[in-house]
Every structure is written in structure tokens, then in C-alpha cells.
């Protein structure tokens, strides 16, 4: 792990300012400070970071995230890797929360650029680019989180979710289920479409699976809980065999709501699937199996990308990253 400013800070009992102090304008600090900073650096072997020194000056030390749902622990681990990221070069992470809203998304914006911040970390509520592009043409970079959108020129750090709804669904496939449910959200949310198209395609290869579709107003627990309550409801002919949520909050409502009923079984009666594998997936009360999101790197490597995007505009680096997703198989689908 490479020398941090905060490294040096706590190594020479000073505050992480006055190394930047020492740094940058060692006029400003106490001579006997100046050289034992100075003495601290040489022994720690800390490097500056060009991005760090190339941070634009009257910017302020930050970064602004805006996620679409701060209560989602997806997205908190999301913000957790990239606020370790920015740590790193003495950054702070600026966290908004739009809950998939175009005016609060745009409030947000508005308050970085009045805080101006280094730059801009988004999972968009929509695909509309336009505001983005104003940010970004008032000098501040934006990097999309968990999010591609096509055809524009941002860089971007996502997963592909249609492959990743294609190993959920394969997996029910493979375990001998046919009769499958996505419970999804809005079909606005491009990781939802994106998760079913991939289902979709999966069980288009089996002659006689069949998969229906329960879209919910949004990913939350409760209405997983809903979901699960209007399968139960059915008569047990009309019950799926096999539930993939497109999320894991959907999943553990969904787990809830079949398991409060004593007369359905999970995995046996129905084999149930998520995405994100949060640490809840592990936790619940039929560990679930899920998709997993490398939600920290995804954070990290935003601030990454956000961070060279100013100190080599130019440089020969890949802008959009896409990781791959992981299934996780535990006991919601076993056997
Ligand atoms: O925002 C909805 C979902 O998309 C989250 O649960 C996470 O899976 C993200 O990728």
C-alpha cells in the first residue's frame, strides 16, 4: 500500500493540512515542523500523487458522490471503497442521495459545483446526459458509477448486469427449476432491464421454462415483502418454482414473506436468488444466494479513474471499466 498523506501526518504528529502545508506552501509552517515533516517523508518514503498536486487550486478537498439509494448497503459499500480511494490523497467523499430522482439529482449537482468539488461520481437516475455534460464543461470531471450510458463520452466503472442476470437464472436452470419469477423494480432502472434481459436470454434456452415478470414501484425489502406475499397468495399450481430478485433487498423481503408461511419451503417449494450479495445475503434466514457486485472496488476504482482523468486528460488508460459478476451459491438454491 503506498504512503499516505495521512501517513505521514500521524508518523510526524501533525495534522494531515499542515503536511499539505509543508507540501505546498512551507512558508506558512513553524521551520523545526517544516523539517521534521520533511524528515518523516524521506523515512516513510511517501510520494506525492500528481493527481493530488495537480488538483486544480480554489478547489475544494472533495469529491461528490450521488447514489440512488444511500439506504441500499450496495451502494454504502460503493461509497466506502471510494471514500478509502480518496483518503488516500487526503480527499473527502461529498455523499448525495438522489432515491432515483431528477430534481434531487440535480440539487445535488448544483451543491458540488457551489462546493467546487475536484469531481463528480454519479449513478444517474436516467440517461439524460445534458446536466452531466454542463458539469463536466464547467471544469468538473464525472466518472458514472454502476452505470454505463450509451453513446456518451463519460468514463464509467459498471458490471454487466445482463450477464449477471444470465448466471442467476442458468443457476435455477441448472438446479431443475422451470417455472421462474424476476422480481424486479422500474424498468427505468437500467441495472433491472439489463439483470432480465440476461434471465430472459438464460431461460430461452431451455424448451419449457417459463419466466414471468413482477415489477415492483422500487428494490426495497418491503415491497420484496409484497412480492413474496402475492406468491404465497396463489394456489400452490400457480406458484413459480424459482424466484430471481433483482436485488438482494427484494430477495430477503421476498425470503421474509415466503418463509412467515409455514406451509412454503425455501429452497424446495421455491429456490430463491439475488443480486449484489450484501452482507445480509449471508445473514438471512436461509443464506441467500446471490450475484456479487465487487461493490467497493467499483467505488474505488471511480475515484481512480476520476483522479487520472485530471492528472493525464490525455493519458493512455481503459475509461470504461466494466467488472464481471460473480454467482454466489448458498443455501436458498441448494440441492
Ligand atoms: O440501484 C438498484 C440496484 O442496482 C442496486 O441494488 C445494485 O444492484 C445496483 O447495481
Same mark, same amino acid.
Given at each position: ?18 503536511? +499539505? ?27 506525492? /500523487? ?6 486544480? &487550486? %480554489?478547489?475544494?478537498? +472533495? ?7 444511500? %439506504?441500499?448497503p ?8 471510494? *471514500?478509502a ?11 448525495? /442521495? ?17 462546493? =467546487?468539488? /475536484? ?28 452505470? *454505463? ?19 442467476? &437464472?442458468?443457476h435455477?436452470?441448472?438446479? %431443475?427449476?422451470? =417455472?421462474? @419469477?424476476?422480481?424486479?423494480g ?12 440476461? @434471465?430472459?436470454?438464460?431461460? &430461452? ?20 415483502r409484497?412480492?413474496? *406475499? ?7 399450481? *400457480? ?44 445473514? @438471512? ?13 467499483i ?37
Amino acid at each position: 500500500m503506498a504512503v499516505s498523506v495521512r501517513d505521514v501526518a500521524a508518523a510526524a504528529g501533525v495534522s494531515v493540512g499542515t503536511v +499539505s502545508n509543508v507540501l505546498n506552501q512551507p512558508d506558512k509552517v513553524a521551520a523545526t515542523t517544516v523539517e521534521r515533516v520533511q524528515t518523516v517523508i524521506a523515512e516513510l518514503g511517501f510520494v506525492r /500523487n500528481d493527481a493530488a498536486r495537480q488538483l486544480r &487550486a %480554489g478547489r475544494s478537498r +472533495s469529491i461528490g458522490l450521488v447514489v440512488p439509494d444511500a %439506504g441500499n448497503p450496495f451502494f454504502a459499500d460503493v461509497a466506502r471503497g471510494a *471514500e478509502a480511494r480518496a483518503d488516500e490523497d487526503a480527499l473527502a467523499v461529498l455523499l448525495g /442521495n438522489s432515491d432515483e430522482n431528477a430534481a434531487r439529482e440535480d440539487n445535488y449537482l448544483d451543491l458540488f459545483r457551489e462546493q =467546487r468539488v /475536484n469531481g463528480v461520481l454519479i449513478t444517474p437516475a436516467s440517461d439524460d446526459t445534458d446536466k452531466l455534460l454542463r458539469v463536466q464543461a464547467s471544469g468538473i470531471p464525472v466518472v458514472l458509477v454502476d452505470r *454505463e450510458v450509451p453513446g456518451s463520452t463519460f468514463c464509467s466503472v459498471s458490471v454487466d448486469d445482463v450477464e449477471g442476470g444470465f448466471l442467476a &437464472a442458468r443457476h435455477l436452470l441448472q438446479i %431443475g427449476r422451470r =417455472r421462474l @419469477a424476476f422480481v424486479g423494480g422500474p424498468e427505468g432502472i437500467t441495472q433491472v432491464a439489463q439483470r432480465l434481459d440476461g @434471465a430472459r436470454r438464460a431461460v &430461452a434456452e431451455v424448451p419449457g421454462a417459463t419466466l414471468e415478470v413482477i415489477r415492483m414501484p422500487a428494490l426495497t425489502v418491503l415491497h420484496g415483502r409484497a412480492a413474496g *406475499e402475492e406468491i404465497a397468495a396463489r394456489d400452490v399450481g *400457480e406458484r413459480p418454482d424459482a424466484v430471481f430478485a433483482a436485488n438482494d433487498l427484494l430477495a430477503v423481503g421476498t425470503l421474509q414473506a415466503l418463509t412467515l408461511m409455514r406451509t412454503i419451503r425455501v429452497p424446495e417449494d421455491i429456490a430463491l436468488v439475488g443480486y449484489d450479495d450484501i452482507d445480509f445475503a449471508t445473514a @438471512a434466514v436461509v443464506p441467500l444466494t446471490s450475484v456479487r457486485q465487487p461493490a467497493q472496488l467499483i467505488g474505488r476504482t471511480a475515484v481512480e479513474l476520476l483522479l487520472r482523468s485530471i492528472s493525464e486528460p490525455d493519458g493512455d488508460y481503459e475509461r470504461r471499466v466494466r467488472f464481471r459478476p460473480e454467482l454466489i451459491v448458498r443455501q436458498s438454491t441448494a440441492g
